[in-house]
């Protein structure tokens, strides 16, 4: 599991580089960059608490956070979009 959250943390800038490059040729929209951002970092989340053992309580809150991740994570995410994206447009 480390193995595979070392991959998750090395390879973010690769994954975030997809949005760029659909932002360049005008297919981002906020629905699909809440959507990339709040789905890696649950994925995220959920890997790095499988590295505690059973039922403890870092395992738990991992599993709390990534939920919570999913939904004020998108909206959050779809402001970020806003904020910073579409002023760049204008």
Same mark, same amino acid.
């Given at each position: 599991? /480390? @193995? /595979?959250?070392?991959?998750?943390?090395?390879?973010?800038?690769? %994954? &975030? /580089?997809?949005?760029?490059? +659909?932002?360049? %040729?005008?297919?981002?929209?906020?629905?699909?960059?809440? $959507?990339?951002?709040?789905? %890696? &970092?649950?994925?995220?989340?959920?890997? @790095?608490?499988?590295?505690?053992?059973? +039922?403890? $309580?870092?395992?738990?809150?991992? $599993?709390?956070?990534?939920?919570?991740?999913?939904?004020?994570?998108?909206?959050? @995410?779809?402001?970020? %979009?806003?904020?910073?994206?579409?002023?760049?447009?204008?």
């Amino acid at each position: 599991m /480390l @193995a /595979l959250f070392i991959f998750e943390v090395v390879f973010l800038p690769l %994954y &975030l /580089l997809s949005p760029k490059i +659909l932002h360049r %040729y005008d297919l981002l929209t906020e629905n699909r960059f809440g $959507l990339i951002v709040t789905s %890696y &970092l649950s994925v995220m989340i959920s890997t @790095a608490s499988q590295l505690f053992p059973t +039922l403890s $309580l870092g395992r738990i809150i991992g $599993l709390i956070l990534s939920v919570l991740f999913l939904f004020p994570g998108y909206f959050i @995410a779809k402001w970020i %979009y806003r904020q910073i994206l579409l002023r760049s447009k204008q």
